[in-house]
């Protein structure tokens, strides 16, 4: 792991500080070394290792969610209105664990100072996203449990061959080398409360390797292939976005997402846009988009190639982290070989 800081505490210092157990790896969960973009994923509970390897490329660790109809029913049922406006922004364990190592290290969605830029520039630090279009649609925000507390983050539709995809943060899947979500709940649309578009759970959970190893944030991404809503799939109820790998760094970009803390209140879409930087900490390979979205808008989508007339664009990374002493900086794992070797395996299963 870099010295930046996971945005969720490491399992043992989430039993310490909340009394919730550590979870180990169990026969729910899958490794994967991806070895072509057509292999076919093995039935569940095995470990596999293929013999032919990507070059470059990287495990794949998966966990089944919710499969039967009774577990589907279990997790809509909990998420009750008031459980929901009760979720806590998923930052508040990386907050915990940021008071125990100290400031320097960077704490993910901490507290950010609000923005001012208006909502027809090009470049804008949070503003709420009025346009619409399908960014509207695709953009949600997700309900879990992890130590027994409720906490939210957001994410997107992407397109996929089951299309039912879609792409957040790791650390909005999976507590680094702990646990697993629970009770993970996708809700496109989002609006003041509104769920137009109903709530699609969790069927199976992927993310990188070096994420469920070591919480590496240069590979904080996950992936999460729902479950349908009745008899229909997300990509045909709300659409999805394209989504890229390897693209060309320091493009303009803009960022969405859900942010609870003040200024913001979690009801509303905002966004971000400008071009983006690397990482002058070299702590990560990230890359920096100026933002004041706080808490709450993990997982969020970053888009290159972005029409606001049409809100539609490319998805190159995802919101994933603050350093503490820049509150105006939000940074993005880079969209590389080992998340596409994610994306090719998540969109098959």
């Known amino acids: 792991m870099t010295s930046s800081l996971a945005l969720l505490v490491a399992a043992s210092v989430v039993a310490g500080l909340m009394g919730a157990p550590s979870a180990d790896v169990t026969n729910t969960e899958n490794r994967f070394r991806a070895a072509s973009a057509a292999q076919a994923l093995r039935p569940l ?57 100290g400031p320097r ?23 709420r996203w009025t346009a619409g279009g399908l960014v509207g649609r695709t953009t949600g925000r997700v309900f879990l449990t992890l130590g027994g507390v409720d906490f939210v983050c957001s994410a997107s539709s992407v397109k996929g061959a089951n299309k039912d995809l879609v792409v957040t943060a790791g650390h909005c899947v999976k507590d680094g080398t702990g646990a697993w979500a629970d009770n993970w709940t996708f809700v496109p649309g989002y609006d003041r409360g509104r769920q137009p578009y109903g709530q699609f759970t969790a069927r199976r959970m992927f993310v990188a390797g070096p994420w469920s190893r070591s ?47 003040p200024p913001y209140n979690g009801e509303h879409l905002i966004y971000c846009a400008g071009p983006v930087r690397a990482d002058p900490h070299d ?60 994306y090719t395996i998540a969109q098959n299963a």
């Open 283 to 342: 702590q990560t390979g990230d890359q920096g988009l100026g933002c004041t979205m706080t808490a709450g808008s993990s997982g969020g989508p970053w888009f290159s190639d972005f029409n606001p007339a049409t809100g539609r664009g490319v998805i190159t990374s995802v919101s994933s982290f603050k350093y503490s002493d820049d509150q105006g900086t939000m940074y993005g794992p880079y969209f590389g070989n080992i998340a596409k070797d994610l």
């Open 45 to 101: 509970g095995t470990a596999v290792r293929t013999t032919a390897t990507i070059p470059g490329g990287t495990d794949v660790v998966e966990h089944v969610a919710t499969v039967s109809a009774a577990e589907r029913r279990r997790v809509l049922d909990y998420w009750t209105p008031g459980r929901m406006a009760a979720a806590l922004p998923i930052s508040l364990l990386g907050t915990l664990k940021g008071a125990l190592v």
């Open 215 to 261: 919480a590496d944030d240069n590979h904080d991404v996950g992936m999460v292939a729902l479950n349908k809503n009745g008899t229909k799939h997300l990509a045909d109820v709300v659409g999805a976005q394209d989504i890229s790998f390897g693209a060309p760094r320091g493009r303009q970009t803009y960022g969405f997402g859900f942010p609870v803390d």
């Open 105 to 127: 290290v960077p704490a993910r969605h901490q507290a950010a100072r609000p923005g001012a830029g208006a909502s027809t520039a090009t470049s804008t630090g949070g503003s």
